[in-house]
């Protein structure tokens, strides 16, 4: 009677698995809350210390390492010193193992997790007989996903070939305990410098990236290059997370647009504002909030409709008919949302070809590095902070805004930290005006923010204007002046600020230092 051993943390769809087993005459081993869930399903289940003899001990640390049970994995089918081994010592084969660890990442993800938590939570025994099972492969079931019971079950009925399928399984069970023992290493790298009374290194000395291909891309930047999508292990939120659920597939300029259009509208996260961020290579052409989806869109799309044009468009609240009934007639790449209502997807969807995309949280993971490939390697930072506490902030000019002027300039603060550097951006009443990114002097940025605006008729006497890092002369700021800007928000720090500062004072504009860059390369 063949035996299957199942200790799970994961406990999803594991009572379903062992009366499967059961039902076709399978023995059901198993431990502690496994074998509670198992038995309280009415399934008649041993446990693992009736077969080694010995209590589990140490509040379950110990519990699965003993030879009873790896003699029963890694002893080799029609071995004979193996078989005679085993008998000599009343230990019998073990010929399935469904095990998944203890949460390891999970727990440790957690703000309030203690280093006494995450230690518990090191899983010993689940990766010792992971291991020896997927080193037995060819006569052990070895199963770590419970997305893969079925396919098991279907080939333990097959009764056929099975070996290509017990080794993609093993090789499955290596890349994950490899993955978590990284996980671990990490973790206590970052510990041990707090507990000497330093800092974490967020940066250390060799780190190892666990990438698993999401999906082949319809191409490259250009057609002749082709593409693929890669999610890095233990990743969350972001497009980690990102569901298409219609158009055709997507594209690596796509998947970039989208991860620019997510940044844009993260800077509104838990504000009740919505915010609608269109995006042109990588960077927003429009941008803007509102009370709903289709106002903070009519705003967005008011700023450079021209550009929006074959654009990515996302939103920090779900679409609705309203809005859908809104982006219908434009020619969209791809439009992002954490939901779309019913009829605004029937809507959508009568375009076959465009790309709708679902995903349920906006931010990634903070404590995720952000890397960039380079010739050679990779250069990696900690992520831009999509918060903007205020606590730093200085008005240095002789007039103080106004109310409604610093609403704005709050805007264009958050706004521009998604726009590509130099970035200038002219806002009113909670949407862009005009945008000036990716050039090489900041005054022409700002010369092409009033360019925009007055190409799309904007009056912007009294705008707003951020600016991502600061004004190194004052040209920008009598550009700014001359187009009628009332305040400008960037973040000081140039030898020149004193100079900045009077020109502001000279043209009557309130200036404020935030102290922070939001440059982005």
Not at 77 to 96: C, F, K, S, T
Request: net charge negative; hydrophobic share 45%.
């Amino acid at each position: 009677m063949p035996r299957a051993l199942l200790s799970v943390s994961d406990k999803t769809g594991v009572v379903d698995l062992a009366r499967e087993l059961h039902g076709r005459g399978w023995t059901l081993l198993s431990t502690g809350g496994t074998a509670r869930a198992l038995r309280d399903a009415g399934l008649p289940v041993t446990e693992v210390s009736e077969v080694t003899g010995h209590p589990e001990m140490m509040d379950g640390r110990v519990k699965t390492l003993h030879p009873a049970v790896h003699a029963g994995l890694l002893g080799r089918r029609g071995h004979a010193d193996d078989a005679a081994q085993m008998q000599a010592h009343g230990y019998e084969p073990i010929d399935l193992v469904a095990v998944n660890l203890y949460p390891f990442r999970e727990t440790v993800a957690r703000p309030d997790a203690t280093l006494d938590e995450a230690i518990e939570n090191i899983d010993i025994g689940g990766p010792s007989m992971l291991r020896s099972a997927a080193k037995n492969h060819a006569g052990v079931w070895v199963v770590i996903d419970p997305a893969d019971y079925a396919r098991v079950l279907a080939a333990i009925d097959a009764g056929g070939e099975e070996l290509a399928l017990r080794r993609e399984l093993a090789a499955k069970v290596y890349a994950h305990t490899s993955e978590y023992d990284r996980a671990i290493t990490e973790y206590l790298a970052r510990t041990m410098a707090g507990e000497g009374g330093g800092s974490a290194d967020a940066f250390p000395s060799a780190v190892q990236l666990r990438l698993t291909k999401v999906q082949d891309l319809r191409y490259g930047e250009n057609p002749d290059q082709p593409a693929a999508f890669y999610r890095e292990e233990g990743a969350s939120g972001g497009l980690a997370e990102l569901r298409q659920i219609h158009g055709k597939a997507l594209s690596f300029n796509n998947l970039l647009d989208v991860d620019g259009a997510l940044l844009a509208i993260s800077a509104w996260e838990g504000s009740g504002l919505a915010a609608c961020a269109i995006i042109k290579h990588t960077t927003p052409c429009g941008i803007a909030v509102g009370a709903d989806a289709p106002e903070a869109y009519r705003k967005a799309l008011m700023t450079d409709p021209t550009s929006a044009f074959g654009s990515v468009i996302a939103f920090n609240v779900p679409v609705t008919e309203e809005a859908a009934v809104l982006l219908r007639p434009n020619f969209v790449e791809a439009i992002v949302a954490p939901s779309f209502v019913e009829a605004g997807l029937r809507l959508l969807t009568e375009k076959k070809n465009l790309r709708l995309l679902e995903i349920p949280r906006l931010a990634s993971n903070a404590n995720e590095l952000d890397w960039k490939r380079v010739r050679g390697g990779f250069v990696a930072q900690t992520r831009l902070g999509m918060g903007f506490p205020e606590d730093g902030w200085r008005v240095v000019t002789q007039r103080q805004p106004s109310a409604g002027e610093m609403d704005d300039l709050r805007f264009a603060w958050r706004a521009v930290a998604s726009v590509k550097s130099n970035a200038i951006l002219l806002a009113r009443d909670g949407m862009a005006l005009g945008i000036g990114a990716g050039q090489m002097s900041r005054v022409d940025s700002s010369r092409i923010a009033v360019m925009k605006a007055r190409d799309n008729g904007f009056d912007f006497q009294g705008a707003a204007l951020g600016s991502d890092a600061f004004f190194p002369f004052r040209d920008g700021v009598d550009a700014a002046a001359e187009a009628g800007v009332r305040g400008i928000i960037q973040p000081g720090g140039s030898v020149r600020d004193a100079e900045v500062i009077a020109a502001a004072d000279e043209h009557g504009i309130a200036m404020v230092f935030t102290g922070r860059r939001l440059f982005r390369h």
